[in-house]
């Protein structure tokens, strides 16, 4: 899935509802349920989340909504092999990107 999100240091947790197109409420779920999340909180309560957090996000939306894993599948997928899955992850996001890019220059011709 492409974000469209600037780099910053910290998001709020509206930005990224809003990114990922799903309510704040599976978010701050999300957030209770995987440990590889750690969002820091403001003097108001307020979950601030770094960009490490946005990337497994982007892991997590992508095990559980686009390859529908279950929670549970996705927590075990993430502890047994979270590093192997991040470099797949990063390699079809990038691809993608380079595949949106040709189409862009495909249509200009």
């Given at each position: 899935m492409q974000l469209d999100l600037?780099?910053?240091?910290?998001y709020s947790i509206g930005e990224l509802?809003?990114?990922?197109?799903?309510?704040a409420s599976l978010i701050?779920?999300?957030d209770k349920e995987f440990d590889i999340?750690?969002?820091k909180k403001n003097a108001k309560g307020n979950r601030m989340f770094t960009p490490?957090?946005?990337k497994n996000l982007q892991?997590?939306?992508h095990l559980v909504k686009e390859r529908g894993f279950t929670l549970e599948g996705a927590k075990t997928h993430l502890k047994e092999g979270q590093?192997?899955?991040?470099?797949k992850y990063e390699i079809i996001h990038k691809l993608e990107s380079i595949r949106a890019q040709l189409n862009n220059i495909?249509?200009?011709?």
């Open positions: 600037p780099e910053k240091r910290y509802a809003k990114a990922f197109h799903v309510n701050r779920f999300w999340l750690k969002p490490e957090d946005l892991l997590i939306y590093k192997k899955t991040l470099d495909k249509n200009q011709l």
